[in-house]
């Protein structure tokens, strides 16, 4: 009777461990059909020509030299690969609802967080700081939504729709310019805010951002993402 039990227990833990696979490979196979969706509807407009615009990380020197450029963006998201693939299907999910590529998403997680690892146990940026999350959402502009954690769909989410205004706001200041253009503004205004960010001209467009390279370094991250086939 006792070997009868222990033999009905050890298939009942067979069973679990095998509905754990299926349940993981389904959330893959969700994940992977999310993001060839978006890879049908916003590769082929204009996602080629927005990912030549950028020069990428810069830094300034004493002297004012600056240096750094593609391949300093693409080495530092390099590192954060193995973490944006555990939230994959959250920033793909967000960039459909929004419509805007998750590699943008993705990039932008890895300039603003490093993908989470630069974040304290309470998601913020460190002990004193108002920005919450991978895509730290300034606490202090608006009620960020933590009910799912930085990480969390719902976060990304509201992310991925704050950069969809930021967007919208650098359209309606100029509409005369191109799309991708217009998003690389969008991009830039998400880092300062849209009440802080004035649209100047489009070589001047990250003046004012965050060491005055964001919009230029997280599209050399999103192009590099998606060279990889990661997003």
Same mark, same amino acid.
């Given at each position: 009777?006792?070997?009868?039990? @222990?033999?009905?227990?050890?298939?009942?833990?067979?069973?679990?461990?095998? $509905? =754990?696979?299926?349940?993981?490979? !389904?959330?893959?196979?969700?994940?992977?059909?999310?993001?060839?969706?978006?890879?049908?509807? *916003?590769? /082929?407009?204009?996602?080629?020509?927005?990912?030549?615009?950028?020069?990428?990380?810069? %830094?300034?020197?004493?002297? &004012?030299?600056?240096?750094? +450029? =593609?391949?300093?963006?693409?080495?530092?998201?390099? *590192?954060?690969?193995?973490?944006?693939?555990?939230?994959?299907?959250?920033? =793909?999910?967000?960039?459909? !609802?929004? &419509?805007?590529?998750?590699?943008?998403?993705?990039?932008?997680?890895?300039?603003? @967080? +490093?993908?989470?690892?630069?974040?304290?146990?309470?998601?913020?940026?460190? @002990?004193?700081?108002?920005? %919450?999350?991978?895509?730290?959402?300034?606490?202090?502009?608006?009620?960020?939504?933590?009910?799912?954690? /930085?990480? +969390? !769909?719902? %976060?990304?989410?509201?992310?991925?729709?704050?950069?969809?205004?930021?967007?919208?706001?650098?359209?309606?200041?100029? /509409?005369?310019?191109?799309? /991708?253009?217009?998003?690389? +503004?969008?991009?830039?205004?998400?880092?300062? &805010?849209?009440?802080?960010?004035?649209?100047? $001209? $489009? @070589?001047?467009?990250?003046?004012?951002?965050?060491?005055?390279? %964001?919009?230029?370094?997280?599209?050399?991250?999103?192009?590099?993402?998606?060279?990889?086939?990661?997003?």
């Amino acid at each position: 009777m006792h070997r009868e039990h @222990s033999i009905s227990f050890i298939i009942i833990i067979i069973m679990l461990q095998l $509905a =754990v696979v299926l349940i993981n490979l !389904l959330l893959f196979v969700s994940c992977s059909n999310d993001l060839r969706g978006l890879q049908n509807t *916003w590769h /082929p407009s204009f996602g080629a020509k927005i990912y030549s615009l950028t020069d990428g990380w810069e %830094y300034a020197s004493a002297t &004012g030299a600056r240096f750094g +450029g =593609v391949a300093k963006s693409e080495r530092d998201v390099s *590192w954060d690969i193995t973490r944006l693939k555990e939230v994959k299907c959250n920033i =793909v999910a967000a960039g459909r !609802l929004t &419509g805007i590529d998750p590699a943008i998403l993705a990039a932008i997680a890895s300039r603003e @967080s +490093g993908a989470g690892l630069r974040l304290n146990s309470r998601g913020y940026g460190n @002990s004193f700081s108002t920005k %919450y999350g991978y895509m730290q959402l300034d606490t202090r502009r608006y009620y960020v939504d933590t009910s799912e954690g /930085p990480n +969390g !769909l719902a %976060y990304f989410d509201q992310a991925a729709e704050e950069l969809r205004s930021a967007i919208i706001y650098v359209e309606t200041k100029r /509409p005369y310019w191109e799309k /991708p253009m217009q998003i690389k +503004g969008g991009i830039a205004a998400y880092d300062v &805010g849209i009440n802080n960010y004035s649209v100047s $001209a $489009a @070589s001047t467009i990250d003046i004012g951002t965050t060491n005055h390279d %964001y919009s230029n370094d997280v599209l050399a991250r999103a192009k590099y993402l998606r060279s990889k086939g990661i997003f």
